[in-house]
């Protein structure tokens, strides 16, 4: 901590009123330091963070961070307010601001250190003293660790020991736990010291496994042995899940961990004593589950839609850089040797250094090498997360079969779903304690693999390339109207929850398309990427133009929309969104619905499932692509304009005080 932290970037009287405000003075002497080389383009990476899940911690803490390229060298700026300041914490506005800002490459001692500040974070005396604190030097020193040589108050009455017998009787009640955040660099060690507290607390014996960024190191085998319950605290996967198997278990997301650690210890108590034991295969998921603050496996329980959508969701992220990189690779080809260049002969054999054309023809035979990989990969991950590694196998031989089937992406979406129920079932079936351990790496993968190859090649491959071929022929059929309706559906799914489910599953409906890319299916990934564009360029856009309809929060977030819009982070308009749904929502949508029926008419393609305007040189019909996406957020712009003028003529002055923004009064909070 030593080199993270010094004096200058202390400020014990922050005056700031919102969490961007707060950010922005702190970052000034991160820059003041030589700490940060962009400030404009660090705050935008903070409120990119920022936007994804509030920063905000009961106890009165924010922390905001974010890794950038912005960055020279880790860093932490300390501010206190007297007023507070709203991070999204359930409990209100946060006094105690730490920003930590990471370099684009922060390696694991890096982050190692930052999780040694999110346990501290959680031990009230610490806290304490950064209230209490008077000199930013010792605030600093006290942030560092650099404690008193002295003990100060010594224990002048030690408790007796206690005999073996004593000791043996009074064992405590044991619980291991892990826990886990998308980023790693806090949420994950602030859970689990709260964990730890309140089992001192309660006088529980909690041991926690953190399986951060920094990487995790594994529970001794004789600690979860001994263990009469687990907690799992976590938003992503957790790993190794059948180290706990046979054990009463309490599954839940990441914040329940730091919100409400002694009610989960309470329930695992209640668990342990009623003999619930959960079912977690040795490899494979749980069927408990705990029951709230999101994430976790509370998936097992929840309804079957939102299982399915998770399911396909995690075959799609993994399949999504296979897409990036082999799009962008085929469309360099494009660029440099023209179309034709699909039908050079491999450069293994034909290869000279100096032409064009051969450099050409080896970018495209690498891209489709990548795109080879995706119906597989797809289909390996869909089994993945539904039953975990066993499931692999079956997943990807699956996918296999329905490029040779010719069943396209819809044979992969079956393949991984029928390959991670057969496993499911296969994981159900008791078996002598002998065969446990060759389970997951022979009989798993070789039944499965069998029995889902048979229902691809036999009973479900030809009806699926059936009906891929007429959703194939159906898309490169679009034109006109049918095109433009396409178009207008796919622009206000885009838009209606900026990120949610519904902007997911328009996402994933385009990024499939291009596992076997047609005309049509180009189009498609046009019109969503273009669509998801359009809310957050729309607000950055209404806060230039009438900068007296939002607030001062409101104005400092569209700034950074502009980056985020342009880069094709819809979730940059969420603040917005979240502030005033009844206007934003609609406006937004009806842009969007603008900019996809545009695309589709102008006939613009994509092979990238991102990238903003960084990849419009690679775009079919280029210039008329920018067009639909102006014209999009324009429209969006206008209606949101005039329906927050609206709003304004109405009001009192009081509310056109608030509308300035002259008191800061409204607090927008990014969902």
């Known amino acids: 901590m030593s080199e993270l932290i010094t004096a200058e970037l202390v400020d014990l009287d922050l005056s700031a009123a919102t969490k961007d405000a707060a950010a922005r003075s702190l970052a000034e002497r991160m820059v003041a330091a030589d700490r940060v080389t962009d400030l404009d383009g660090f705050l935008a990476d903070v409120a990119a963070r920022e936007a994804q899940m509030p920063t905000g911690l009961d106890g009165g803490i924010g922390i905001p961070h974010c890794r950038s390229e912005h960055v020279s060298a880790p860093t932490l700026a300390f501010g206190r307010s007297a007023a507070g300041i709203d991070f999204g914490a359930a409990d209100g506005p946060a006094d105690l601001i730490f920003l930590i800002a990471a370099p684009a490459g922060a390696d694991d001692d890096h982050l190692t250190i930052l999780s040694a500040l999110a346990r501290r974070l959680m031990d009230p005396e610490f806290t304490a003293a950064l209230r209490a604190g008077t000199d930013p030097g010792a605030v600093a020193a006290l942030i560092r660790g650099e404690e008193p040589t002295e003990n100060p108050d010594p224990d002048p009455d030690p408790e007796p020991e206690e005999d073996d017998a004593t000791a043996a009787a009074a064992a405590p009640f044991r619980i291991v736990a892990v826990t886990s955040c998308p980023t790693g660099i806090a949420h994950t060690y602030m859970a689990a010291e709260s964990l730890a507290a309140a089992g001192r607390a309660e006088g529980v014996e909690v041991t926690v496994e953190t399986q951060g960024s920094a990487g995790f190191k594994k529970l001794d085998p004789a600690v979860v042995a001994a263990a009469d319950a687990v907690i799992w605290a976590h938003d992503v996967e957790v790993r190794e899940k059948g180290r706990f198997r046979g054990k009463p278990l309490v599954d839940v997301g990441v914040k329940a961990g730091i919100n409400r650690p002694a009610e989960l210890i309470a329930e695992a108590r209640r668990k342990a004593e009623r003999g619930e034991i959960a079912a977690v295969s040795e490899d494979g998921g749980s069927t408990d589950s705990g029951d709230g603050d999101g994430g976790g496996s509370g998936a097992d329980h929840a309804h079957f839609g939102v299982r399915l959508r998770t399911y396909l969701m995690s075959g799609v992220s993994y399949m999504v850089p296979f897409v990036a990189a082999g799009g962008l690779l085929i469309a360099l ?149 049918n095109a433009v309706i396409l178009g207008v559906v796919l622009g206000l799914m885009m838009c209606f929850d900026m990120g949610g489910p519904l902007n997911k599953v328009a996402y994933a409906f385009a990024v499939g398309g291009l596992a076997d890319p047609t005309d049509g299916s180009l189009k498609v990934m046009a019109a969503v990427m273009a669509a998801g564009m359009v809310p957050p360029l729309a607000m950055a856009l209404a806060t230039t133009v009438r900068k007296k309809l939002f607030t001062k929060t409101e104005r400092e977030n569209g700034r950074a929309a502009w980056v985020l819009g342009a880069s094709f982070i819809t979730e940059g308009a969420i603040p917005f969104a979240a502030a005033d749904p009844l206007r934003v929502i609609p406006s937004v949508m009806a842009g969007g619905a603008v900019t996809g029926a545009l695309s589709m008419a102008f006939g613009a393609t994509l092979r990238a499932p991102h990238g903003g305007v960084f990849v419009v040189p690679l775009i079919g019909q280029p210039f008329l692509y920018l067009l639909a996406i102006a014209a999009g957020t324009l429209v969006a712009t206008a209606l949101v304009v005039l329906l927050k003028g609206a709003r304004r003529t109405a009001s009192d002055p009081a509310g056109e005080a608030e509308a300035t923004g002259s008191d800061d009064s409204r607090v927008t909070v990014a969902a």
Request: glycine residues 12%; charged residues 5%.
């Open 333 to 481: 080809s494009f660029a440099i040797g023209g179309y034709e260049i699909a039908s050079a002969k491999s450069v293994a054999d034909h290869f000279v250094w100096g032409e064009a054309d051969s450099w050409a023809a080896l970018l495209n035979q690498i891209g489709s090498a990548a795109f080879a990989f995706l119906v597989p990969v797809l289909a390996g991950y869909i089994a993945y997360g539904m039953a975990d590694r066993p499931a692999l196998v079956p997943g990807f031989v699956g996918g296999a079969i329905a490029l040779t089937v010719n069943a396209g992406f819809l044979g992969g979406l079956v393949a991984g779903l029928l390959a991670g129920a057969v496993v499911m079932a296969i994981q159900r079936v008791p078996v002598h304690a002998t065969l446990r351990g060759i389970m997951p790496v022979l009989v798993i993968p070789l039944i499965a693999s069998a029995v889902v190859g048979f229902l691809m090649f036999i009973v479900v491959g030809k009806p699926i390339a059936s009906l891929q071929n007429a959703l194939t022929d159906w898309l490169n059929g679009l034109s006109g109207s």
